[in-house]
């Protein structure tokens, strides 16, 4: 599968000082990280160069010191080379076009950066420090959640025993180490969103706790400058236990949510584990030595041992075995090996002992391959998801709004202390409004959802093919290689009777001869059914002739000189178009074709010579696959270039709903165009040159692994195995993923949507219910891991129908 190649998002130039450029044509702004569009009222032109930015902030930055963001975006450069390493590069979860050297918060929504490409060693520098800073707080917060609600304990009343004055103080010692050292990760990051403007959670999360903090930090300090609305039978109300509280909360928030989010790409992570890390490479002289994994090259002679790992991608040039390939292609069964079989890395041997030439190492394995395309698709972005970053949009500012609104409704008409109660709903607006909630539901999913796919040997490349399969309603197929084994076999070589060309007898050609003549002409050829006439010959101990003017006729046939002789052989058409008359074996050709099997003509001098007919296994796995796809609603057509008999015997066997027959490659083409300009969803799986244009039209292109490069790249779906279940398996998880990712979605809106009213005060008048900040902050901490937590069921979806 020489389609899946290692890439990054970035095209990057080797010169420092060049501006980072990616594929389509935005730029990285050097000081921020961000993939911008070039714009000219946002550049800077620097030693003749032009950079561009995302806002006017980034450029002011940018001119007060260029020197230190070129050097920096040189630490960018060359991270590629240091993945898994500190200096690897990182991107946000919901933001993929911001990307950065080393670990850090996402500039547009603060949440913490992971590493864009998956290792098997997981960096938890982030998750660490969040779970120390989480201890800590908590050591301090209960404490002084206890004090604070002593007077409701029978007996006890801590602020009767102290006094005032030291009961103040004591919350202020022990809330403070909370709220600057415990929260200062998200002041930090609040600090940077309204910088920049890029408003999220963590600005939210910083204005209400700075505001619950600052307020009771005066209150201490100056109680006889606070206005008598702010106070309760005269005395002053303190929020340091609430500012603590919520600062807890959202670190036990950001501790689940990190260590939910780790569990995301685990399929990545397996796959990763299954290459070994060594390899026992033979030397000259029969011995081996174990090498580290990387120092395999090409052309290196690898030993195999029972029950190891394949090491690299390669050829078994000695021995046999059978091999359990499941995790790869998701087949249980293992697969028999035997000299000039193909072998790939990270499948595991069972018995048998052998020699493998090693042919892809390093990054150009399957595996590797695999886990990179995987990587970046999981990284995409589906369509579904530009609803929440319209909501997201206005989001936080109305958020904003809202608290300002419900502190001046309650400081007009609430009751006493109005301008106290006034904070407290302000505060618990802006602390249960949750935008990252929002910004995963679909991103979160759409990652387990393609790692899932890979386990399962569907390689789904972006997040809109994932998207659009469920929608799917006709799946049209190509015969040979898609439905067929892809391996045709001679069936019957018949020799033209009564034929009589100048200069010759039919005695002459036998049907040794009609094989010999047709397995000549085809030998210069690569079609699969040429393949099969040429390895037949040579069973049959036929030497083959060399062939002058050799012609390919696409779509009918090959032509050539051979002994001074013209020699065509192709089908139907080919016949048509030289005028040679094909009637004496019209009765044959139509009893093979019934068969399903497919007949060319050999014509000699412009005379009927014989025919060979050849038949392609249809694959064991395709009928199960037809009827499951069957069952799922979806229309069924094949499209082939073979003749219509026996394109009907294929489409009756398989009980299709319908076939095209005697189709060119532009045929296949136009009747997806009609297809969708009837208003379907089509899908289309094939494996050949000739599938590619087909492949690139339609709404979601099906590749086979066994098939060609062109192929693979032209389809958005690759089934590593070329089993058509595949398709029903990625109907199935398009299902579960959308599903998911239509219930984080409707859980993230519905919260939001009740959660901020009900903080505000909406209840107060009917039932007296106000809500606390801490009981806010506790929901907002919750509803980022609910989402995530979701998500991860997608893990274990079973993806086959009963």
């Known amino acids: 599968m020489d389609n899946l190649h290692n890439h990054n998002d970035h095209a990057c130039c080797d010169g420092k000082d060049e501006p980072l450029q990616v594929r389509d044509g935005s730029h990285t702004d ?8 070039a714009d000219a009222n946002k550049s800077v032109e620097h030693s003749g160069i032009a950079y561009y930015f995302c806002s006017q902030h980034c450029v002011d930055k940018f001119r007060d010191n260029p020197q230190q963001y070129l050097n920096s975006r040189s630490t960018l450069l060359s991270a590629k080379d240091n993945v898994g390493t500190k200096n690897a590069l990182y991107t946000c979860p919901m933001h993929s076009e911001i990307q950065q050297a080393g670990p850090g918060s996402c500039p547009k929504c603060g949440m913490a950066l992971e590493p864009m490409d998956a290792t098997t060693e997981e960096d938890t520098t982030e998750l660490n420090d969040m779970t120390r800073r989480f201890w800590v707080s908590l050591a301090l917060s209960v404490p002084l959640l206890l004090v604070t609600m002593s007077e409701f304990i029978p007996g006890v009343n801590i602020h009767h025993w102290m006094g005032s004055n030291t009961f103040n103080w004591l919350q202020a010692i022990l809330g403070t180490p909370v709220v600057l050292w415990g929260g200062w990760p998200f002041f930090v990051r609040a600090w940077a969103s309204f910088k920049t403007w890029n408003l999220n959670m963590f600005s939210l999360i910083g204005l209400g706790t700075a505001a619950a903090f600052l307020f009771s930090v005066f209150a201490l300090l100056f109680p006889s400058m606070l206005p008598a609305a702010f106070k309760m039978n005269g005395m002053t109300p303190l929020y340091f236990e609430a500012a603590a509280v919520i600062i807890t909360l959202v670190l036990m928030g950001q501790v689940l949510e990190l260590r939910a989010r780790s ?14 890390n060594t390899a026992f490479r033979m030397k000259p002289d029969g011995t081996e030595e174990e090498i580290h994994l990387d120092q395999v090259q090409v052309s290196d002679q690898l030993r195999v041992k029972p029950g190891g790992k394949i090491p690299v991608d390669g050829e078994l040039i000695d021995g046999h075995s059978n091999i359990d390939e499941s995790m790869i292609t998701g087949e249980p069964v293992p697969v028999e090996k035997q000299l000039g079989s193909k072998v790939t890395a990270g499948t595991v041997n069972q018995l048998g002992s052998f020699v493998l030439r090693a042919e892809k190492v390093g990054t150009d394995t399957l595996l590797a391959r695999i886990v990179q395309m995987v990587n970046d698709a999981g990284r995409s972005r589906a369509p579904i998801q530009k609803l929440a970053d319209q909501v997201s949009g206005w989001f936080v500012p109305a958020v904003m709004a809202v608290a300002v609104l419900a502190f001046v409704i309650w400081a007009m008409v609430g009751p006493a202390p109005t301008l106290a109660n006034a904070l407290v709903a302000a505060v618990s607006v802006l602390i249960i409004a949750c ?22 040997g569907v390689l789904i490349k972006d997040a809109e093919a994932l998207e659009l399969m469920e929608k799917v309603d006709t799946l049209v197929i190509d015969k040979t290689g898609t439905l067929t084994e892809g391996k045709p076999k001679v069936q019957r070589v018949i020799s033209a009777t009564g034929f009589a060309a100048t200069g010759f007898s039919a005695a002459v050609f036998t049907e040794s001869e009609v094989l010999h003549y047709a397995a000549s002409l085809d ?16 069973q049959q ?3 083959l002739q060399s062939v002058a003017q050799f012609e390919s006729i696409t779509g009918q046939g090959v032509g050539g000189q051979i002994d001074g002789k013209s020699v065509l052989l192709g089908n139907m058409r080919l016949m048509e178009a030289q005028s040679i008359d ?9 009893a093979l074709r019934a068969l399903g099997q497919t007949v060319m003509f050999l014509a000699i001098n412009k005379q009927i010579a014989g025919i060979v007919s050849v038949a392609d296994p ?17 229309k069924i057509v094949v499209l082939t270039g073979d003749n219509a008999i026996t394109a009907a015997a294929v489409a009756k066997q398989l009980g299709l709903d319908d076939f095209k027959a005697d189709v060119m490659p532009e045929d296949k083409l136009n009747y997806l165009k009609e297809l969708q300009q009837q208003g379907r969803i089509v899908a289309m799986a094939g494996d050949g040159v000739n599938d590619a244009p087909a492949l690139a039209q339609a709404n979601v292109g099906i590749a086979m692994g066994t098939g060609t490069d062109v192929a693979m790249n032209s389809a958005r779906i690759v089934l590593v195995k070329g089993d058509l279940r595949g398709i029903a398996k990625a109907r199935l998880l398009s299902q579960h993923t959308m599903k998911n990712i239509r219930q984080n979605l409707f859980f993230a809106f ?11 005060g909406a209840l107060y008048p009917w039932f007296g219910i106000v809500l606390s900040p801490m009981i806010a902050s506790a929901a907002m901490a919750l509803s980022s891991v609910s989402v995530i937590t979701n998500a991860l069921r997608l893990r274990n979806p079973t993806l086959t129908k009963n």
């Open 30 to 37: 050097p000081v921020c990280g961000m993939q911008v569009k």
């Open 541 to 543: 101990n036929l030497a």
């Open 582 to 590: 094909v009637s004496v074996l019209q009765s044959d050709v139509r």
């Open 750 to 760: 519905i919260y939001n949507f009740i959660g901020v009213p009900i903080a505000a």
């Open 618 to 634: 249809i694959k064991f796995t395709t009928l199960e696959a037809i009827q499951q796809l069957h069952s799922a609603g979806l």
């Open 523 to 538: 030998a210069l050829s690569e079609h699969p059914l040429a393949v099969a006439i040429v390895n037949h010959a040579k």
């Open 435 to 456: 935008p990252c909630a929002l910004g995963l539901a679909t991103p979160i999913s759409i990652m387990v959802g393609i790692g899932r796919g890979a386990q399962e």
């Open 263 to 276: 569990k995301t790409n685990s399929a990545i992570k397996s796959l990763l584990e299954l290459a070994p």
